[in-house]
């Protein structure tokens, strides 16, 4: 899931990091794997890029749509960054680089921003990209009828939105933020395509208006999305002639896809890894790309329910969570146990502040001081006439996550809890998560931007269906912490209630915060220039529209 914002200068260091090319076998030799960096790749400097040829990638589930501003989950980014250009973008040094938009200014008071459009832009059907186009995307984030929960908050103080002029446009609000500047890693809509329509049917939700590097020529459902060039691309061009994206929900076809030579990207787990370093057609053909990133896993916990209302019950369910088991044997020592709402690299974590304890006596003990007994001597604990019985979600493919959700609930079971693991195809899963409509359900944190702030995710104004607070967490003193970490301008005094808010998310334990793992991919060997970051493969520009077919390959017709 979706997304913080704001800049932060993270990870510098590391940025400059990259592993070194392994050195060719002898002519003969069995083919061994090249052990991957944990630093981070740029490839942009290694050979010329080659132009044309058809990159195939994988989406993990079905697109909800393609509006901009409705989208939700990762799947949808990953299209949407080839045809919609956002006003600004983040490199890979997790600095905000102009998009759309050439530049911005800041009026003194911090409150007013007048932002400046590239005087070439220019959507699919010739027309300009205007302030009016600008107008009309805040506009709809702002309407109440309009769920676009990934942005929405970010407007949310906004006073006015008003054109000066056909490239400028001014946004007034009521309140400085911190990282307001991040707001404007925004998408823009073409007014014209939805003047006088239904908003959230039209069919530009399916078929939108390229202003990017690509545009949408089909989508087929349960099948692929397929991209072609702009043909009236006005900035940077991708590499590819086309890119398929393939809708792939099962790792195992995904992983057999490409060792196959059928697939050039797949995002893989610790287990598909070690499948790969002994599969000579996979050695043959692939590499793996490692790196931490800012993304996180964990189990949402609904707080609207009784079962998990009470903080003590939340704690213990924590506490019969095996993270070091997980890190072990699920992601092979590739992960990071965590105890709050970021990844171990933000700024916002605490790092002296130890997680909870893997501790099922302590756990049993707590859950007795919250009035759950086994009162009839059925093997389940029950209160109130009710059993702790509860569903976690996952969706399917997710071969960690149901691993994940299986170890904890054998864990839940020795201590009376009965929990049911139910898999779910990724639409119907999703539909339900954004909804709030669940007990419990099997998530990662996919964070496409660097701003730790957690209002947007973590406040009670925030609660689904109308925000991204899925589990609906509602804390005053947690809300009132996360409004004055946002008006704070000073970086010092912000950290300190940063770290105060990780120490009542550790205690108050919305949801059972599990992992920070690295992120494993796995390339065909026809793929270059690839670059890493914080934000991972997608999250920064140009990322994979800097990417391009390897010139032996591009001689070859693709598979």
């Known amino acids: 899931m979706r997304r913080a914002r704001a800049a932060f200068a993270l990870l510098l260091g590391l940025a400059a990091c990259r592993g070194r090319e392994q050195p060719s076998a002898p002519p003969g030799a069995a083919p061994t794997p090249a052990p991957p960096a944990l630093g ?3 490839e942009t400097r290694e050979g010329t890029p080659v132009e044309g040829g058809e990159l195939r990638r994988r989406l993990n589930g079905e697109p909800t749509t393609l509006n901009a501003i409705l989208q939700t989950s990762g799947p949808e980014a990953q299209v949407l960054q080839y045809v919609v250009r956002n006003l600004f973008d983040f490199d890979a040094q997790l600095n905000l680089v102009p998009g759309l938009a050439e530049g911005y200014d800041v009026s003194p008071d911090g409150l007013a921003y007048t932002i400046r459009l590239r005087p070439g832009a220019i959507w699919e059907d010739g027309r300009p990209v205007t302030a009016g186009d600008a107008v009309f995307t805040i506009r709809k984030l702002a309407d109440p009828s309009v769920p676009a929960p990934v942005f929405k908050p970010l407007f949310e103080d906004m006073e006015t939105v008003e054109a000066l002029d056909p490239r400028r446009f001014r946004v007034r609000f009521r309140e400085p933020y911190a990282f307001r500047a991040m707001a404007f890693a925004l998408p823009l809509l073409p007014e014209h395509r939805f003047a006088g329509k239904d908003f959230l049917r039209a069919k530009d939700n399916r078929a939108p208006l390229a202003n990017g590097p690509y545009r949408v020529v089909s989508w087929k459902a349960q099948e692929s999305v397929t991209l072609e ?9 991708g590499h590819f002639e086309r890119v398929v994206f393939r809708i792939l929900p099962d790792n195992t076809t995904a992983y057999r896809l490409l060792a196959a030579q059928e697939l050039d990207e797949n995002q893989i787990d ?4 070690a499948r790969g370093e002994v599969d000579p057609a996979f050695l043959s053909c692939c590499r793996v790309v490692e790196s931490y990133s800012l993304d996180w896993i964990y189990v949402a916990l609904n707080n609207r329910l009784p079962l998990f209302a009470d903080p003590r019950v939340r704690r213990a369910l924590t506490m019969l969570s095996d993270r070091a088991s997980i890190v072990r044997n699920l992601y092979r020592g590739s992960a990071r146990i965590i105890s709050g709402p970021w990844a171990p690299d933000s700024p916002a974590y605490d790092a002296s502040l130890t997680p909870l304890p893997f501790d099922p006596r302590e756990a049993a003990k707590l859950l007795g001081e919250a009035g759950w007994r086994d009162t009839n001597g059925n093997g389940t604990i029950d209160r109130d006439g009710r059993e702790f ?3 976690i979600l996952v969706s399917t493919g997710s071969e960690v996550g149901r691993q994940i959700d299986e170890m904890l609930a054998a864990e839940l079971s020795r201590v009376g809890v009965d929990a049911r693991v139910r898999a779910l195809e990724w639409a119907a899963f999703v539909a339900l998560v954004d909804a709030g409509d669940f007990d419990a359900a099997s998530l990662g944190w996919s964070t496409v931007d660097p701003n730790p702030d957690p209002y947007f995710y973590w406040h009670s104004s925030q609660c689904a269906p109308k925000g991204l607070n899925s589990v609906c967490y509602r804390n005053p003193e947690a809300d009132r912490l996360m409004d004055e970490a946002r008006r704070e301008m000073d970086s010092g005094r912000r950290a300190d209630l940063f770290h105060r808010l990780h120490r009542l998310f550790r205690d108050d334990a919305p949801v059972l915060f599990l992992v920070n793992s690295t992120q494993k991919f796995a390339f065909s060997n026809r ?10 493969l997608y999250g920064i520009w140009p990322g994979p529209l800097g990417w391009w077919v390897a010139p032996e390959a591009a001689r070859r017709p693709a598979a």
């Open 527 to 536: 793929v270059r220039g690839l670059t890493t970051s914080p934000l991972g």
């Open 40 to 42: 981070f790749l740029d």
């Open 389 to 391: 019985a509860f569903e």
């Open 270 to 273: 610790a287990g598909l890894k």
């Open 229 to 237: 060039r702009n043909p009236r691309n006005w900035g940077p061009a």
